[in-house]
Structure formats: C-alpha cells, structure tokens
C-alpha cells in the first residue's frame, strides 16, 4: 500500500467519508509550536478551526495502517474536515467471537479475519479489564488492536480489507439461530464476557452532558467572539470603553444562552435515553449501543449536519467582501498616515480600527435578535424550538409532508364494524362483537388476545388501537400478581375472559349438571402464552394463546389485509377479498385483518418461548376484517386550504393502506375530488425479467378528464409561458413500490415526487428516505407527525415540527402543543417574518458599516475622525436601539402566495444595498466638499467663532486650555456627523419592511418611539445647539444658513433613498423582474388575474424584451417540470408499463410499452 491512498469509510452509506493517514513530524510540531507564540496563541485557533491545515502542518503523509492520526472528510455537499487519533488497544485476542482456546499464541498475519465489533472499549491500563485478561492468560501473546473513535463510533483497523471499519457483530458473521443456539445455548463464560467487553463495551447509549466550562470554551473560540474580543482590546488601547463594555455586555448575554439552551438539550437527550438505553445481554451481540436504531438517532441529534442554507453562505460572502473593503481602508489609512507623519501608535490605531467599523463586531448579536424575537412568538403559541436557526430556514418552505394518523385525523380509531369469514366466504358486516353467539367464536377470541395492552395502576393502558379493539369484546383482561409470578418462577401468563353475562346460557336439566355447567363457564378463560410484538417492517402482531381446558394451543395473528392475506391459506381467504378492502379502504375506513391456526399438541410451553416467529405466523386461516373508522380533524380542511392558497405544495405519508390514505387525501381537500389520482406498482426483477411499473387509476376516470387553463411560469425564467393546458393528476404508491423505484428506476422517482401526494405503508426509513428526494430536487420541505416512527423524516426536513411531547420532541426541531397542524402556517408565517427581518437587519448593519467607514475615510483626509462619544452615540443610541427594536414586527396574518427571498445574493437585494451605498455615498461627499466652498469656512481653531455667539470668549478661554490632538472638533467633522446620524435613521426605515411577510413598521411602537425619538433630538441639537451636548459630542458651532444647507441635503437624502427603494425596487424590479411569485403552481388553479395583475404581466413582458435574458430555472424541480410539460408519454398512461433497462454509463433508463 503506497504512502498517501486515499482510503474510503462507511462507502455507500450516509457517512460515507474520505479517510487519509499521518504521523506526527516532530520539526513540524516544533515549527508550530514557535508560531504559536510569536502570533499570541491566534495561530492555535487558526488550526483549531481549520483541521485541514492543523494535520497537514503538524504531521507527514503516510499509509493508513500506520498512521497516528487520520483525517477525515466527508462526501457530502459540504465536504466538512475532521481529525481523529489512532489509538492501540492490548486484547489477549484479535477475534471477539472465537473462544479464547481458540486463539493464537501470536498475532495472526490478518488479526481481522473476522470482523470485530464496535463498542465502547476502555484504553489498556493497569488494572483495566484487557490487562487482567492478558494476566490471566499470559501464555498468549498480547494483539494489537488499532482503532480511532468518531462520533461515538469506533472504527477497527482490518488486515483484509486494509481499511479500517465500522463492526456490526453477528451481521458480520452471517451467523443463523441454529448455530447461535447449538454453541451458546449455555452462555458465555465469565473469561468470555469479559474478553467480548473489550470489543463491545457495555450495550448502552450513553449521552454525556458536557460541563459548562467545556462548552463555555467551545462556545467562545467562536470565530465571531474572537473577532469581538481583539475589537474590545483596540477600542480599550484607543480609550473607547463605553462601546467596548456594551458589546462584552451583549456577548456574556449571547454566550450565557447559548449555553443554557445547549446544556439543557443534552440533559433533555441523556434523560431520554438512559432509561432505556441498557440491555445486558451475555450470549451475543448484535446492534449494539449506538449501532441500533435509536442509538443512530441519538447520535444524529448529537451530531447533526449543518445547516444549508443560502442565506448563511450568502452571509459569509458579504462579510467577505465588507473585509475586502476594509483592506481598502486599512491600506488608505496607513499610507495617508505616514505621507502625514503620524506617531506610530496613532497609525496602528487608527487604520485597525478602520476594521472594527467596516465589520462590525455587533452583527452576530444583531441577526441572532430577529430569530429570537420569533423564538418567543411562537412559544406564545405553543410551539417550541431547539434549534433556532431552523426558523429562518421554515420561511422557504413551499411543500409540507404530513403524517396521517394522529396528524390529519384523529388519534382514536372507533370501531365502525366488523366482516367475519367462514369456509371462504364473508358474512355480512356486523356492529357488536359482544354478543352471546359470537363470545366464544376464534374472530373474538383475536380481538380478546392479539394486542400488547397491560394495566397500569388498575386501569389498561397500550395502543389506542389494541385498547378499542378490545373494548369492543367486552371482555376482561386479568395479568398475574407480583407473588404469583415469583411462586411459578415466572410462568404465570396474561388471562383473558368474557363476562359471566356474555356467556350463553345452557338448558335446565338437573340441578347437578347446572353445577357442573357453571363451572365449566366459569373457566373459560384464554391465556396469551408468547407475543411476537408489532413490526412497522413486518406490518403486523401475532400471539400465541391457551385455552383453559384445551390440550392445543392457539396462534392469533393481526395486520394490514394484505399482508395477513398473504400468509394464510388460499382457500380460507375469499375469492372478493380484494373488492371488499377496496370499498372499505376508498371510504377512507382503516382495515385490520385478522387470522388464527390451530398448532400442534406437541408444542409445549417452554418449545413456543423459543419457536420462531415465521413458523407461527404461515399457514394460517382468514377470520375477518375489522373496520375501524378515522376521523379527520376539525382544522385539517381549512389549514390545508390556507396551504394550497398560498402554493405550498402537500404530501401525505402514512403507514396505513393506500385507499384508505387517498380517500382521506380527498376528504381533507388535499387532493380535489376531480382530480385524477395515478397508482404506480413497481415490481422487483423476477425470472430474468427486468422491473417494471404498472400504472392505473386509483378510481374510474370520467369520460372528460379535468383539464385546466393553467400558467406554469418558471422562477427566474426570462420569458414568459403562455396559457398551457395541464391535466392535474397525483401519484401514489406504497411502501414496496417506493423501494423498488428508489432502487431501480432512480431517475423515474425524481418525476414521480413532483406530483406525488400519497406515500402509503411507508416504513420509517422511507419517510427519510422521501424527504430527502424532495430535497434533492431543490424543494424545502416541512415535515408533521406525531409518532416514534417519524423520527428521522422530522429531523430530516428542513422545519420538522412534531406533534407529540415523547421521542418525536427530541429528534424535531419544533414541538407543537397544539395537537393538531394549524401550528404549520404559523411556523412558516413566523419563519418568513423571521428570515425577512434577517435581511433588514443584515441589510441595515452593512450600510451602518459603510456609512461609518465612508465618513471615517473623508475625515482621514483631513486627518480627522470622529470622536469616541460620537462613535458612542451612534453605536449605541441609533444602531442598537434601532436595530433591536426593528426586529420586533411580527408575522403578517395570512400565508401568501409568495415566498421571500433565500439569499442575499440576490437581484433586489444587491440593488437595493448598493443603490444605497451610491446614495450615502454621494450625499457625504456633497457635505463634505460643499462646506469647504462655504464663505466663512477655514480650519477650526479653539478661537474660531463663525457663529457670532455673544459668549464666544468665554467658550474660546475654555477650548484653549485643552488641545484636540486628534482634530475631532472641525467643519468637516460636525457636518459629515449630522448627516451621517440622519443616514442611519433614513436606512433603517427605508430597509424596514412590512407586508406581505411582516406587519407594517407602524405597529410596531417600540420602533417608531425610537425613530421619532432620534429625529426629534438631532433636528434639536442641529438647530438649537446646547452647550453641554455640543461638548459632549465634539460638535463645533456652525451658521444657521449651513445648517439649513444641511438639513435640505438630509430631505434629499431620504427622498431619494425612499424614491429608489420603495419606487424602483418594491414596484418596478421586485413585481416585474424579482417577483418570487415567479414558480410552478403545480396542480393548483390559480384565481383569475386582476386588472392590475394583467398591467403587472404587460409591464414584465415590456422589461423582458428592452432586458432579454434566457436563463434556466434554478430549482430543480422546475426544471424536471419544464422538461415534462413538453414531454407526450407524461404522464404514463393506465394502459402502459414501464420497464428498467440498465445501462452501466447512465445508472439506469427505462422504456415505456404499451399493454396490449
């Protein structure tokens, strides 16, 4: 293996990543070391936030076997650095599943021929479990185990494989029951336990909560805190305290709730799991401890992805670019300064300084203040965060995921009827189970013992759906006491019984043989022996039950129709089974099938403990159907309306049957009842024939389709369509059918999602794996769901927002106390009101630094500045009064149809902050040549006195005992400060915007108070000038003439900003050329244009032609749109199949054939 290959981990898989080996160089250590003293320490950091270039600086290529430190990176769109070191572990084997007879006395040439299992493993010490091992077999040469830990997972070096990897346990071996149960039917031994605990460690998920001073000094090396604190330090060394003491203020505030926030997760993560993360187990090892799947989502909620974005990368570029500009500066400011012979000191200072203006070191606190305020909005309403950055991120939500039971419809399930089988044959459907004729009947018997349902405290307690189905029996449920169970050694089973009432009644004979009938009646009790538990993967439950009196016992089986169907014998199912789900399902009911077998009399008791589950659940003979009805939601209808309206897009993903799922689709209005719904089945490759999909109609089609006049005009197209006709028609598939496109047809499921809107018997995995398609193709999504098995798809989805306080709470970034989905709009209003806000403030901070910095650099030519209080009071009395109190307007009322922008770098925003850089711009260079043309001006001495104050002598005898050594006090100075101060406050309004995302400035009182505030003190200090304030400030008196002069360039000033921002932008270029209504109202029928929509679209048509662009939809899903509007086979009609034709350079292609 050559020096420097590049190694690939976890290949194929979600964490997939590229691995590279290095050995610690000692000269490069050294070398490092030396450049971390002579930089301060700022170097470690440097190479603390940049692993990359930490290795490569410290360390020397070389083979992954020998390495001392790896570096990883990942495969994924965002290609993140990592560093991990390697670490050796003495074990007196290298196999954790051979014997340790078995073992070598030397290390083998593979010490990985079989792979090991991962596991919290202790590194070897004295007294540590691996050196008492190797103790107590001394005879055998110790081996050396190379791994390296990350994120909770330990990676083992294999010989074989000459890579190192994630070990599995018994998954690796391929090792069946039977031989699991030949070799270890006994247990391990205690040498063997403990030499399996050095590869596997304690099977649990252990979730350490980090102390305070560990994640205070992660959260401080924050490179915005770092840029903060060097800020603080020059604005002390330049006697700047006041500003230098607010923002350490603000930043302990940030830092003190950022860790509350974090230290409160972990606590709420560790208590989570702790109670149910061990599982001793010590005969084998399977999935172990962050290697199930509940270990995986823990370990995906302590390591998640970060947050992409647009609006964070667009952030990134702008801070950039403000950089570049104060490089600008910074060397303006030094050469001027020595052309000048300025002090050293003053030079160092000042053109530093020039840094802290252009970035400003309150920018992190101020966009933080938006989502904070949003933060509190929503907790006012019932929904929770802990993730507070996915709140911007729900504003660009335009297609919601929703989870049916429990989300769409109610929680409860109610027992609508029954339909028994008998020889084959359905009887007709019945409403009460508790009938005399029916109490000893096997359908009841089912319904009596099929269920997981355990008392608690007295009272039944379990699946909603096992405890109606069960109430419906009547019956009654009696579980063995603590001292009944200790005295049959834990044997005693779950009983089950009717009501003495319940029981039909027998003839009067004899007195006698009435006895005995009563008793005979009184044991008819049914005992639950063994519970094969219900599997989402496998779709139903099954138990094993005893009789009282009965020398067989009896298998109950419960799950969806068809797959109960399907492991029962053919000619117990009824010939019409299939049209009478399909009637039950498209009324939206949900369909429980039901199933039993008599089992043999040889089966005991302690051979069903550890009979498989397979061979009880064949065989069997069909009872029934249960029907249970679902009921939607009050507020499902209107909510889903309020989406549609505003052109989000709405799915339904569901484990439930995919008739049922549809029918409910159409009841809540998320698919109109004239729409045509579109069943793709998908088929596996079977006899060498390849995978195919067969399409039909969910209902009978009408003889004339709907079809609609629909415009399909494209975001960021450059023309305009015309009136296209479009029939509007959904897709909808199960759980297998999904699977098998995924897998076989890829590019086929990136069309099928973009008009798909039920996903029927979904698995958990699918729903991840459907949001993430979504995704793929450019759509942010939202997910909604209430149970276990939406885990990964709410923390998949860009705002997942859980509807239940249990496990869901955890892995989702929203939790909803409100059990129903109207909090999705107000989470995607909030989310809009939270990202527009955003770019106010983002938009607003960056003028606030370039206003400062153009004024800064017109008095550095001078060399002049402004004075520290002047700086004071702009930062402190105008930017972050203003900038907090700007992001408090609230969510507008209604979702419309509109998006907001995603990122800065986008047309309207560029125009709009540059427009308004050209216009400060401008104006300051106005005042700032126009007051040097003035009659009465010259250079500012203490004596000057252009105002003809009466008691200038006075003021002058004061002036001239303190000298201005940084020229502070002069025309240029006082003039560039009034209007500056206005620019603030002009920006500020012009950048803060209301509807359609927020509510207008105007109610907004703290705001306004601010703004009125502002304006009203400097038009008083500009055209009253008191003494003491003046003195304060640094101002110098100027003529009333100038200061009218200066007052009408200030009026100019906000009329021209106003004009081009609220004129030019929000009218012309934002409705006609940057409209974000510019999108694919796929399946849904717009409302009739207006008169004012039509002058819009006349206008825009105008622009296009004088401004001719041809550019293609950025978004992927359009541009698939694009490509099928024009496509003649899409959509696939009933009468077609579509069959995969793999072709290796293009991954996979299918090809359509009509059916005969």
Known sequence: MEKGELKILNKGEEEEMELQGYQFCRWRLALVGFGVLCTGGFLLLLLYWMPEWCVKSTCTRTTARDAEVVLLRSTDEFRRWFLARVRVMLAPGSNPFHSLETQTTSPPSSPSSTPLANGHTPHPSDGSPAQELIRRFSYYQPTQ???????STKYYWNDEMQNFRVLTGLEDLEASCSTIHSEHSAGLTRNQQEYRKLFFGVNEIAVKVPSVFKLLIKEVLNPFYIFQLFSVILWSADEYYYYAVAIVFMSVISIATSLYTIKKQYVMLHDMVAAHSIVRVSVCRANNGFSTAKGQLVRSILYPKPTDFKLYRDAYLFLLCLVAVAGIGFIYSIVLSVMNKVPAKTIIIESLDIITITVPPALPAAMTAGIVYAQRRLKKIGIFCISPQRINICGQINLVCFDKTGTLTEDGLDLWGFQRAESGRFHQSEESASKENLVKSQFVACMATCHSLTKIDGQLSGDPLDLKMFEATGWILEEATEEETALHNRIMPTVVRPPKQLLPSQPDESAEQDMELAELSSLYEIGIVRQFPFSSALQRMSVVSRTVGEKCMDAYMKGAPEVVASLCKRETVPENFAQVLEGYTKQGFRVIALAHRRLGSKLSWHKVQNVNRDYIEANMEFLGLIIMQNKLKAETPGVLQDLSQANIRTIMVTGDNMLTAISVARDCGMIPPEDTVIIADAFPPHDGQAAKITWRYAD??????????????????????????????HFAMNGKSFAIIAEHFPDMLQKLVLHGTVFARMAPDQKTQLIETLQGVDYFVGMCGDGANDCGALKRAHGGISLSELEASVASPFTSRTPNISCVPSLIREGRAALITSFCVFKFMALYSIIQYISVTLLYSVLSNLGDFQFLFIDIAIILLIVFTMSLNPAWKELVSRRPPSGLISGPLLFSVLTQILICLGFQIITFLWVQKQPWYEVWQPATDVCNRSDHLNASEHNSTEKDEHNIQNFENTSLFYVSCFQYLIVAIVFSKGKPFRQPSYKNWPFVLSAVSLYFFLLFIMFYPVE??????????????????????????????VLVETFILDIVLWKLAFSRDKQANYGVTPAAPTPQGMIDLQAYRCLSWLCPRKTTPKARYMHLAQELSVDPDWPPKPTTTTEAKPRPENGSAYQIIISS
């Open 145 to 151: 185990i190379r791994y390296f830990t990350f994120h």
């Open 700 to 729: 009978k089609p009408s003889r004339t389709t709907r079809l609609e006049e629909i415009s399909i005009s494209l975001e960021h197209e450059g023309h305009v369509e015309e009136p296209k006709t479009q029939e509007l028609y």
């Open 1028 to 1057: 003491s304030i003046d003195g304060f400030l640094e101002i110098v008196c100027v003529p009333f003439e100038w200061r009218l002069k200066l007052f009408l360039i200030i009026l100019a000033n906000a009329a021209v900003s």
